[in-house]
């Protein structure tokens, strides 16, 4: 079991940065994801949960409130929408991920949501099996990702 705590302002920078050096590749040529991490995390109607191991980070998700047009229109208040979830490459597989998305469904049941959605690339698959031990399912919208990647959208009632 991990410790899983909201991430204090000081450590936004941090936590891009592992989500940056866990997406490898991906997360240096994504264009202007890791920006809008940033943003986003900096709303009031966020929460950036983070997990750390002897000092230091080592995996963040994003919990943000649920918005239609795909976050770019009205809130949903039942709604928690979840993005950037980084497990540091070296402790990957090993069940933070799982606790991360756990404790964000968690926050989103206690603040009274019923609702929790997410979007992940199509050739993911190891985060495909891990969503789906989460409880999520596809909901058949398919969209692209900054780089133009096909990305499956999920969701699980709680």
């Not at 994801?33 to 983070?50: P, S």
């Not at 750390?52 to 009205?74: A, F, H, P």
């Not at 019923?114 to 050739?123: G, I, K, P, Y």
Request: net charge negative.
């Amino acid at each position: 079991m991990v410790n899983i705590r909201p991430a204090r302002p000081e450590e936004l920078d941090a936590a891009i940065a592992l989500w940056v050096e866990a997406n490898g590749e991906i997360g240096v040529s994504a264009t202007g994801h890791h920006e809008n991490l940033q943003i986003w995390a900096n709303r009031d109607d966020a929460a950036l949960l983070v997990t750390e191991e002897s000092g230091s980070l080592v995996g963040m998700l994003l919990c943000l409130q649920g918005r239609t047009d795909d976050g770019l229109g009205d809130v949903i208040l039942a709604l928690t929408h979840l993005t950037g979830l980084a497990v540091l490459p070296n402790l990957q597989r090993v069940g933070i991920g799982q606790e991360l998305v756990e404790a964000a469904i968690k926050e989103a049941r206690r603040t009274g949501r019923n609702r929790v959605t997410l979007w992940t690339r199509e050739e993911n698959d190891v985060a495909r099996r891990l969503f789906d031990r989460c409880g999520f399912l596809p909901t058949g919208r398919r969209g692209a990702d900054e780089r133009g990647a096909i990305t499956l959208h999920f969701e699980r009632a709680i």
